[in-house]
């Protein structure tokens, strides 16, 4: 495959998740905390809030909300960081309004909270991953944090979200549903941790051969990861081994030892987990 089509197909990988991950989020603001009031912070949170005390319509709100922060992000946090943020929160505008017609499966809170969250969270990973956000109190931390370079985003964001809570117990008088609020931004939080730390783990093999060459060779034109060879001997039989090294993604481990078998049958094969590979070839998500 060509380096444009590679390309082609990265970018529409890319686009894909964007668009996935901002469908995922305006499901669970419109289908699972809307219906039930649960406020879980940020933009969408203000937006429950209005809908509920002044009838205005999520999409509209969160429209407008976000307009102005998007404005912000352009004038003070530059041209980068806004086309990122304008595509995922633009869409998401979107799929909060369409989505704001579907009747929500359950009536009870907790479910509600558990399951919006989880899809509310992993929605936010995907667009993080791609280097996108779905914009509101993301800028905002992003902008207080250009003002005072010590302060930390999840501090930020943190303070922001328990101020909306603050205001969705003023407005609603339900401590249960300010608790379930907290909740949320827990199961959120944690799913967003939990995705980017899975995004990051990748596999490192081991390969004891004494066909390293013909392996390499073999792996190098059927693969886009690189091989380090090292002389060995064996302990026990102090015969002279090639031991090749290889980082690779978890989704490439089954190509890899195929490979590898196709050359040496008696290849001694090891995988163990890498929490994480900086370098040519692997992307890190934070």
Not at 9 to 22: C, D, N, P, Q, W
Not at 109 to 122: E, I, K, M, N
Not at 133 to 156: M, N
Not at 161 to 178: P, Q
Request: proline letters at 2%.
């Amino acid at each position: 495959m060509s380096k444009k089509s590679l390309k082609i197909k990265e970018g529409f990988r890319r686009y894909f998740m964007i668009i996935l991950g901002s469908a995922m989020v305006g499901f669970a603001i419109s289908v699972f905390f809307s219906p039930n009031k649960i406020v879980s912070g940020g933009v969408s949170g203000i937006a429950v809030i209005l809908f509920h005390s002044l009838n205005i319509p999520l999409g509209v709100s969160y429209a407008v909300i976000n307009a102005v922060l998007l404005v912000l992000a352009w004038i003070f946090l530059g041209k980068d960081f806004f086309l990122t943020t304008v595509l995922s929160s633009s869409l998401l505008t979107v799929f909060v309004q369409v989505f704001s017609y579907i009747p929500s499966p359950t009536n009870d809170t907790w479910l509600a909270a558990f399951f919006g969250s989880v899809l509310y969270g992993f929605g936010t990973g995907l667009n993080f991953i791609e280097g996108a956000s779905t914009g509101g109190t993301d800028i905002v931390a992003r902008l207080f944090q250009r003002a005072f370079k010590s302060a930390k985003v999840g501090t930020i964001l943190l303070i922001a979200d328990s101020a909306v809570i603050l205001a969705s117990f003023i407005v609603f008088r339900e401590f249960d549903l300010a608790f379930y609020g907290i909740m949320s931004i827990g199961i959120s939080s944690f799913a967003v941790n939990w995705l980017i730390k899975k995004m990051n783990i990748s596999k490192l093999a081991f390969v004891v051969t004494e066909k390293g060459d013909d392996i390499t060779n073999k792996l190098v034109a059927n693969s886009p990861r690189g091989v380090t060879i090292f002389r060995a001997v064996g302990g026990y039989t102090m015969n002279r081994r090639d031991v090749l090294m290889c980082a690779l993604k978890e989704k490439e481990l089954l190509a890899f030892q195929q490979h590898i078998l196709e050359i040496d049958k008696n290849a001694f094969i090891i995988f163990s987990e890498a929490g994480q590979i900086v370098g040519n070839g692997f992307k890190l998500y934070h």
